[in-house]
């Protein structure tokens, strides 16, 4: 079992920054890629970002692409978000989801574990 925690959500003004991090516990972190998924107030969740179990390949959602970089520390056990440039339309609640599997992927149904998410609310 793979539990996970985020932190970091909060409010911001757009334009400003925030990092999002996901500590996961487990002996599996380090074998597992990571992704980050967000839903919209009235939209379904969409994928953000996913990065592989040795950081080697990291993927982005259009619509963050160059203002999102994602992270992993495999000592730590934790996976970071850093959102920089940030948008009214980036609100949401981000969670933190982890495969069983080493490989990145950018659907949400090739993740096994979830965790509950935090806020993010960016006011323009």
């Known amino acids: 079992q793979v539990q996970l925690v985020e932190s970091g959500g909060g409010w911001v003004q757009a334009g400003g920054s925030l990092r999002l991090s996901c500590a996961a516990s487990g002996r599996t972190f380090s074998t597992s890629a990571m992704g980050w998924f967000r839903q919209s107030p009235g939209k379904e969740r969409e994928f953000v970002s996913t990065?592989?179990?040795?950081?080697?390949?990291?993927y982005y959602a259009d619509s963050v692409k160059g203002r999102f970089t994602i992270s992993r520390d495999n000592v730590k056990n934790t996976v970071y978000l850093q959102m920089d440039r940030l948008k009214p339309e980036d609100t949401g609640v981000y969670f933190c989801?982890?495969?069983?599997?080493?490989?990145?992927?950018?659907?949400?149904?090739?993740?096994?574990?979830w965790g509950q998410g935090t806020q993010v609310t960016v006011s323009s």
């Open positions: 990065v592989s179990a040795s950081a080697a390949y990291k």
């Open positions: 989801a982890a495969r069983r599997y080493s490989t990145a992927n950018m659907e949400e149904q090739m993740y096994a574990y």
